[in-house]
């Protein structure tokens, strides 16, 4: 698809991926789906750090994120979706939805 306000820079890569849904599943751990199926749960206490994600240690804030496109919290902390992608897909713990169990 072409940018429409000049035709020619594309504005939509078919290789991100975007999270549709989140539900906190206690400490760290966020069960994910994402726009291609993906679907599992991530624990993401080993990746609270920095100045922005400590707020995050905090498990009350942490479940107070929100989804749009990827997991945000009201502080501007979040994750690059094919971050949390990658992580899930290497984890294991990740199925396509569909897929048996």
Do not use: C
Request: charged content about 30%.
């Amino acid at each position: 698809m072409s940018n429409p306000s000049n035709g020619s820079i594309p504005w939509s890569d078919p290789t991100f991926v975007h999270v549709i849904e989140a539900r906190y599943r206690g400490g760290y751990r966020v069960w994910l789906r994402f726009d291609d199926g993906l679907e599992g749960e991530l624990d993401l206490e080993r990746e609270l750090y920095g100045q922005v994600f400590e707020p995050l240690k905090d498990p009350e804030f942490f479940r107070s994120f929100a989804v749009d496109d990827t997991l945000t919290w009201s502080n501007g902390a979040d994750f690059a979706p094919e971050f949390l992608h990658e992580r899930l897909s290497a984890s294991g713990a990740g199925r396509v939805r569909g897929d048996q169990e």
